[in-house]
T-cell receptor
């Protein structure tokens, strides 16, 4: 069952612009994570934000979390062509057996040079 | 660094064949997962294991089975491959201790069933 829903499904921007992707989820969570997938490859972890945090930064990445709205956003600043990839949010549901993350369908980001 | 390896990057099999996909992780993680990924559907969990010889069904277990005889190795088995099992298969592992642990993925196996 998919808990995370990303928006938009696809995003195309020019190099140097900022890219914002959103994720909504349905149940209480321990944390929310963002992953990146280059074409035909496995997923790579980008950043994790805990349920008691509101904002987190890592390099050109900024993640926000609003637990009252059950939503998160990932901002990539000053995008580069190498940022072209699919981005997935994953929630770590509270009170769920199995220690497994629930992934959304992803946002495809294309950065044009 | 955590490393998750998968036995093949690309695999072509015929309908009805038995297919084994192997996954190995080198960080002593308790939890291991098998997903399939199809365009527009995201990652769907097939099976996961939280300990040796333990397995739990995910969201789409039909047509698949798994084996975990050793902690570092988690195998996905297609007993009789069908064309609708053509997909990208991703293995992942994760620690149990602590609730802020990330999941580490292998490079994926693109399986084509003819």
């Amino acid at each position: 069952s998919q808990q995370g829903e990303e928006d938009p499904q696809a995003l195309s921007i020019q190099e140097g612009e900022n890219a914002t992707m959103n994720c909504s989820y349905k149940t209480s969570i321990n944390n929310l994570q963002w992953y990146r997938q280059n074409s035909g490859r496995g997923l790579v972890h980008l950043i994790l934000i805990r349920s008691n945090e509101r904002e987190k930064h890592s390099g050109r990445l900024r993640v926000t979390l609003d637990t009252s709205k059950k939503s998160s956003s990932l901002l990539i600043t000053a995008s580069r062509a190498a940022d072209t990839a699919s981005y997935f949010c994953a929630t770590d549901p509270a009170m769920e057996y199995g220690n497994k993350l629930v992934f959304g369908a992803g946002t495809i980001l294309r950065v044009k040079s | 660094d955590v490393k998750v390896t998968q036995s093949s990057r690309y695999l072509v099999k015929r309908t009805g064949e038995k297919v084994f996909l192997e996954c190995v992780q080198d960080m002593d993680h308790e939890n291991m997962f098998w997903y399939r990924q199809d365009p527009g559907l995201g990652l769907r969990l097939i099976y996961f294991s939280y300990d040796v010889k333990m397995k739990e069904k995910g969201d789409i277990p039909e047509g698949y089975s798994v084996s975990r005889e050793k902690k570092e190795r988690f195998s996905l088995i297609l007993e009789s491959a069908s064309t609708n099992q053509t997909s990208m298969y991703l293995c992942a592992s994760r620690r149990t201790s602590g609730r802020s642990d990330t999941q580490y993925f292998g490079p994926g196996t693109r399986l084509t069933v003819l």
